[in-house]
């Protein structure tokens, strides 16, 4: 079975400041990635994703990861946060191989931006 | 990408009793999931809803508790019976759609007292 890992439970920046939050996977085949953000009151929604090519995906609002394979990493980014970023990041799962499509999530990341 | 909608929103429920989770989605789609998410916690799959055949649920999850019905391509029900505090989570319909990428409904927040 898969698990994800996301090491960085609580990070508190500065507006500008850049973002980098961990993502570690857990499985022996390939894998679908996403980044699902839950804004304060509201619902998950998708960052972006990854399922082959160009490891570095950018998704919406400036976010981007970059999988990279022999570390079954899939780090998300972000140049200069905003206020307006402080939410939780989830990040997630499903295996390529097995027909399995519901997602394994990690622990989540609370991301809070100081203005 | 998907529209999903639950209802209801909220509820607050007493133990022992029971509360039946509507998910509907505005296309017809082949996936679909219930995860809950408990306080402060991340979102863990209670099972694959399958349309015309019985739930496939995860460890930890049985159809008694967690009886699941799906009567057609975009609408499914998640039942949490007989409840206890315990049970109290955010409960999320996620379908999948034909390119593997998931969307979320707005999720049902229930208390149990």
């Known amino acids: 079975a898969q698990s994800v890992s996301q090491h960085n439970h609580h990070v508190i920046l500065s507006e500008a400041a850049s973002l980098e939050l961990g993502c570690n996977y857990s499985?022996?085949?390939?894998?679908?990635l996403f980044w699902y953000v839950q804004y304060p009151g509201q619902h998950l929604q998708l960052l972006l994703k990854?399922?082959?090519?160009?490891?570095l995906v950018k998704g919406i609002k400036g976010f981007e990861a970059e999988f990279i394979k022999s570390k079954f990493s899939f780090n998300l980014r972000k140049p200069s946060v905003q206020w307006s970023d402080t939410a939780e990041y989830f990040c997630a799962v499903n295996p390529k191989d097995t027909g399995r499509r519901a997602l394994t999530f990690g622990s989540g990341t609370r991301l809070q931006v100081q203005p | 990408s998907a529209v999903i909608s639950q209802k209801p929103s909220r509820d607050i429920c007493q133990r022992g009793t029971s509360l039946t989770i509507q998910c509907q989605v505005d296309s017809q789609v082949t996936m679909m999931f219930w995860y809950r998410q408990q306080p402060g916690q991340s979102l863990t799959l209670i099972a694959t809803?399958?349309?015309?055949?019985?739930?496939?649920?995860e460890s930890g999850f049985v159809i008694d508790k967690f009886p699941i019905s799906r009567p057609n391509l975009t609408f499914s029900t998640l039942t949490v019976s007989n409840m206890s505090p315990e049970d109290s989570s955010i409960y999320l319909c996620?379908?999948?759609?034909?390119?593997?990428?998931?969307?979320f409904g707005p999720g049902t927040r229930l208390t149990v007292l």
């Open positions: 996620s379908v999948a759609t034909a390119t593997d990428t998931q969307y």
């Open positions: 499985y022996g085949g390939t894998v679908n």
């Open positions: 809803a399958n349309q015309g055949s019985e739930a496939t649920y």
């Open positions: 990854y399922f082959s090519g160009d490891p």
